[in-house]
Protein backbone atom coordinates (compact mmCIF):
# COMPACT_ATOMS: atom_id res chain seq x y z
CA UNK A 1 0.00 0.00 0.00
CA UNK A 2 1.32 3.26 -0.91
CA UNK A 3 1.90 5.73 1.74
CA UNK A 4 -0.23 9.27 1.29
CA UNK A 5 2.31 12.10 -0.04
CA UNK A 6 1.31 15.74 1.45
CA UNK A 7 1.04 18.41 -1.62
CA UNK A 8 2.48 21.27 0.75
CA UNK A 9 4.66 20.72 3.96
CA UNK A 10 5.00 24.07 5.65
CA UNK A 11 7.59 24.58 8.65
CA UNK A 12 10.37 26.88 10.03
CA UNK A 13 12.76 24.48 9.72
CA UNK A 14 13.48 20.88 7.80
CA UNK A 15 16.06 18.15 9.15
CA UNK A 16 17.04 15.61 7.74
CA UNK A 17 18.23 13.13 10.02
CA UNK A 18 20.07 9.50 9.54
CA UNK A 19 18.47 5.97 10.92
CA UNK A 20 20.66 6.97 14.54
CA UNK A 21 18.69 10.02 14.61
CA UNK A 22 21.91 12.32 13.72
CA UNK A 23 21.60 15.68 12.03
CA UNK A 24 22.97 15.09 8.47
CA UNK A 25 21.01 18.63 6.48
CA UNK A 26 19.22 21.08 7.83
CA UNK A 27 16.71 23.95 5.48
CA UNK A 28 15.69 26.76 7.44
CA UNK A 29 16.05 30.84 7.95
CA UNK A 30 19.20 32.29 9.49
CA UNK A 31 19.01 34.80 12.06
CA UNK A 32 18.53 37.24 9.25
CA UNK A 33 15.52 36.17 7.90
CA UNK A 34 17.40 34.21 4.53
CA UNK A 35 16.85 30.60 3.93
CA UNK A 36 20.08 28.40 3.67
CA UNK A 37 20.93 25.01 3.47
CA UNK A 38 23.38 23.10 6.10
CA UNK A 39 25.14 20.34 5.33
CA UNK A 40 26.69 18.05 7.53
CA UNK A 41 29.68 14.99 7.94
CA UNK A 42 28.81 11.90 9.99
CA UNK A 43 30.19 13.40 12.93
CA UNK A 44 27.48 15.97 12.63
CA UNK A 45 29.33 19.02 11.86
CA UNK A 46 28.52 21.43 9.41
CA UNK A 47 30.93 21.20 6.09
CA UNK A 48 29.03 23.24 3.92
CA UNK A 49 26.30 25.92 3.60
CA UNK A 50 24.48 27.41 0.78
CA UNK A 51 22.90 30.42 1.33
CA UNK A 52 20.73 33.82 0.27
CA UNK A 53 21.87 37.07 1.45
CA UNK A 54 19.81 39.89 2.33
CA UNK A 55 20.30 41.54 -1.50
CA UNK A 56 19.67 37.94 -2.78
CA UNK A 57 23.10 36.51 -3.62
CA UNK A 58 23.43 33.36 -3.44
CA UNK A 59 26.78 32.21 -1.08
CA UNK A 60 28.19 28.68 -0.63
CA UNK A 61 30.69 28.36 2.34
CA UNK A 62 32.66 25.45 2.38
CA UNK A 63 33.90 24.71 6.04
CA UNK A 64 36.98 22.30 7.59
CA UNK A 65 36.26 19.36 9.99
CA UNK A 66 37.28 22.17 12.59
CA UNK A 67 34.27 24.17 11.72
CA UNK A 68 37.00 26.92 9.63
CA UNK A 69 35.72 28.26 6.60
CA UNK A 70 38.11 26.96 3.59
CA UNK A 71 36.31 28.49 0.56
CA UNK A 72 33.48 30.70 -0.12
CA UNK A 73 31.55 31.01 -3.66
CA UNK A 74 29.29 33.93 -4.16
CA UNK A 75 26.74 34.70 -7.00
CA UNK A 76 25.71 38.31 -6.99
CA UNK A 77 22.48 39.46 -8.49
CA UNK A 78 23.78 41.73 -10.87
CA UNK A 79 26.29 38.87 -12.87
CA UNK A 80 28.80 39.61 -10.31
CA UNK A 81 30.60 36.43 -8.56
CA UNK A 82 33.81 35.50 -6.97
CA UNK A 83 35.54 32.62 -5.59
CA UNK A 84 38.07 33.09 -1.96
CA UNK A 85 40.04 30.14 -0.77
CA UNK A 86 41.45 30.65 3.00
CA UNK A 87 44.05 29.18 4.89
CA UNK A 88 43.86 27.72 8.57
CA UNK A 89 44.21 31.60 9.71
CA UNK A 90 41.41 32.21 7.08
CA UNK A 91 43.58 34.93 5.48
CA UNK A 92 42.95 34.53 1.52
CA UNK A 93 45.20 32.68 -0.03
CA UNK A 94 43.70 32.65 -3.73
CA UNK A 95 40.83 35.13 -5.28
CA UNK A 96 39.12 35.63 -8.21
CA UNK A 97 36.11 37.87 -9.07
CA UNK A 98 34.25 38.81 -12.41
CA UNK A 99 32.56 41.92 -12.72
CA UNK A 100 29.82 41.02 -14.96
CA UNK A 101 29.03 39.06 -18.64
Known amino acids: MTEPVAEVVRAKRF?????EGKVCATLAL????CPGLHLCDREGRERAEL???MDGALHLTMRTKSG?????????TDWRLGLQLFDRNRQVIWAAAHSGL
Open 15 to 19: ELVDS
Open 30 to 33: GEDG
Open 51 to 53: ALD
Open 68 to 76: GVFGILGFG
